[in-house]
């Protein structure tokens, strides 16, 4: 879905991360249980094309805000109406009976694993 915009998947977790608003790379890596390091390329390479920009932190001086530029909230945009186009073509194969049952199911795997991906003691 984010392909026809020129981004990745993980490219588009950062720029949706910043939809709301500015953070740091940590706190988009917390935000998406991504590694802090890969959050930091990205947003660089995201940076350098102009759809995010750093700026100061007030409560960090190191730790710069990582900002939505307008090219970036256009991609995003343009990312979230294929995706939004790609929910409804599913969505009318698929009955809402269905898609709750399989978000039931998929909550309870989710809820017995730990984040990152191993059983929990549960098991």
Known sequence: MSAPSGQTTARWRVLAALDH???TVAEIARAWWLARQTVQRLADTLDEEGLVAYGP???HRRAKLVT???AGRA???D???AQQHWADTVGAQ???SDLRTANRILAHVLDVLEPDGRP???L
């Open 21 to 23: 608003g500015p953070l």
């Open 57 to 59: 932190n007030p409560a």
């Open 68 to 70: 939505l530029t307008p």
């Open 75 to 77: 991609a995003l945009t």
């Open 79 to 81: 990312i979230r109406a």
């Open 94 to 96: 698929i009955s809402e």
């Open 120 to 122: 929990t003691s549960r």
